[in-house]
């Protein structure tokens, strides 16, 4: 687990170091799954104040087994993710800016171009909005189950964030360090999304053949975008 609360650290610590969150906005978890442990960031502590040491380490039931704080706020969201989606290995949530206006907007955001297309396979969704009782009672797990509800049977690799509807996004992938690429990645297509549907209110999206073209570089069986 050492080497796991040194991941999840040093990707909790690439947060601000992204501009992604601001105060204490935004934690990163991991998982592994041969030990069915999950570590994640302490709930309310300060990024400058972070030490690995305080990561905190629960089971997939959500108790802590490890670790001197409260886990995040957020944990049973991150759990239900992991549960439902054995793909998963890391997931990210944060209140990047540009991905958050899209939420508080209640909108997916839409894929207008290439550099969205190389990461997400079409829009990334916006989930519905909560019912006053699914945020009353059981407010966070509620909060797994509407993503999940929106991702549904689909791959969540090849759409790898979404935005909580009037929340923010949640991102993931195989490990911590790659959640947090998704997490960079879908803030700066959230804000180039936002001033192209300004420069053009009329705008059409990406075409299905560009888009496909260039998510296949790089995913699934005939990728060859890099040097593998
Ligand atoms: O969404 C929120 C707060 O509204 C939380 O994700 C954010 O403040 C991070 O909380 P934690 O410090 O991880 O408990």
């Not at 894929?111 to 969205?116: D, F, I, N, S, V």
């Not at 797994?144 to 969540?156: A, D, R």
């Not at 803030?187 to 059409?204: D, G, Q, T, Y």
């Given at each position: 687990?050492?080497?796991l609360?040194?991941q999840v650290?040093?990707a909790n610590?690439?947060?601000?170091?992204?501009?992604?969150?601001?105060f204490?906005?935004?934690?990163?978890s991991?998982?592994?799954r041969?030990?069915?442990?999950?570590?994640?960031?302490?709930?309310g502590v300060?990024?400058?104040d972070?030490?690995?040491?305080?990561?905190v380490?629960v089971?997939?039931?959500?108790?802590?087994v490890?670790?001197?704080?409260?886990?995040s706020?957020?944990t049973?969201?991150?759990?239900?993710?992991?549960?439902?989606?054995q793909?998963?290995?890391g997931i990210?949530h944060t209140?990047?800016?540009?991905a958050?206006?899209?939420a508080q907007?209640g909108m997916?955001?839409?894929?207008?171009g290439t550099t969205?297309?190389?990461?997400?396979?079409?829009?990334?969704?916006c989930?519905?909005?909560?019912?006053?009782?699914?945020?009353?009672?059981?407010y966070?797990?509620?909060?797994?189950?509407v993503?999940?509800?929106?991702?549904?049977?689909?791959?969540?690799?090849?759409?790898?964030?979404?935005?909580?509807?009037q929340?923010?996004?949640?991102?993931w992938?195989i490990?911590?360090d790659?959640?947090?690429h998704n997490?960079?990645?879908?803030?700066?297509?959230?804000k180039?999304?936002?001033?192209?549907?300004?420069?053009?209110?009329?705008?059409?999206?990406i075409?299905?053949?560009l888009?496909n073209?260039?998510?296949l570089?790089?995913?699934?069986?005939?990728?060859?975008?890099?040097?593998?």
């Amino acid at each position: 687990m050492k080497q796991l609360k040194q991941q999840v650290y040093e990707a909790n610590m690439d947060l601000p170091r992204h501009g992604l969150v601001t105060f204490t906005w935004g934690n990163v978890s991991a998982i592994d799954r041969e030990r069915q442990l999950v570590v994640i960031k302490p709930s309310g502590v300060a990024y400058q104040d972070m030490k690995v040491e305080d990561m905190v380490t629960v089971n997939l039931d959500g108790e802590r087994v490890e670790g001197h704080y409260k886990p995040s706020s957020d944990t049973s969201t991150h759990l239900e993710l992991y549960r439902r989606y054995q793909q998963l290995g890391g997931i990210v949530h944060t209140h990047s800016t540009y991905a958050t206006a899209w939420a508080q907007a209640g909108m997916s955001i839409p894929a207008l171009g290439t550099t969205h297309a190389d990461y997400f396979s079409g829009d990334i969704p916006c989930t519905r909005a909560l019912t006053a009782d699914e945020v009353n009672s059981e407010y966070e797990l509620n909060t797994g189950k509407v993503i999940v509800e929106t991702v549904g049977e689909s791959n969540p690799l090849y759409t790898p964030g979404i935005v909580v509807y009037q929340h923010g996004p949640f991102s993931w992938g195989i490990n911590a360090d790659e959640a947090v690429h998704n997490a960079v990645v879908m803030e700066e297509v959230a804000k180039m999304a936002w001033i192209a549907c300004s420069i053009n209110p009329h705008l059409r999206p990406i075409d299905n053949y560009l888009l496909n073209k260039h998510f296949l570089r790089k995913h699934g069986p005939n990728a060859y975008y890099g040097q593998s």
